[in-house]
């Protein structure tokens, strides 16, 4: 049983960087088996599907968001992070982080193998 937990600030103030953590038990994020994704879903809509990255380590970004998202792993400690730059109050959030046995973008609950609790991000002021 794969477990994921996301840990990171619940504040952040507009224009700075918010980093998030996804902890992962129960599988490494260097197995074939798994694609390590971050999702978010704003206050009132749907759940947006912003990066992937694969056991290789390559990584996939959202158009949307390419040019302000960065996602990186930490092998030793089973790890994944997410960076998104230049915060607004638009990006406040339920962010999770999700695995899934193949590769793909999708945002759905059931497109996800696994997914954390998800943690509440507030930009704001």
């Known amino acids: 049983q794969v477990q994921l937990q996301e840990s990171g600030p619940g504040l952040v103030k507009p224009s700075q960087a918010l980093s998030l953590t996804c902890t992962v038990s129960?599988?490494?994020?260097?197995?074939?088996?798994?694609?390590w994704s971050w999702i978010r879903q704003p206050p009132g809509k749907g759940l947006e599907w912003m990066t992937t990255?694969?056991?290789?380590?390559?990584?996939y970004y959202s158009p949307s968001l390419k040019s302000r998202t960065s996602i990186s792993r930490d092998t030793s400690k089973n790890q994944f992070t997410l960076q998104l730059s230049s915060v607004t109050p638009e990006d406040t959030a339920v962010y999770y982080c999700?695995?899934?046995?193949?590769?793909?973008?999708?945002?759905?609950?059931?497109?996800?193998?696994?997914w954390g609790q998800g943690t509440q991000v507030t930009v704001s002021s």
């Open positions: 129960g599988a490494s994020i260097t197995t074939t088996a798994y694609y």
């Open positions: 990255v694969a056991y290789s380590g390559s990584a």
């Open positions: 999700a695995a899934r046995t193949d590769l793909g973008m999708g945002s759905a609950r059931t497109f996800y193998d696994y």
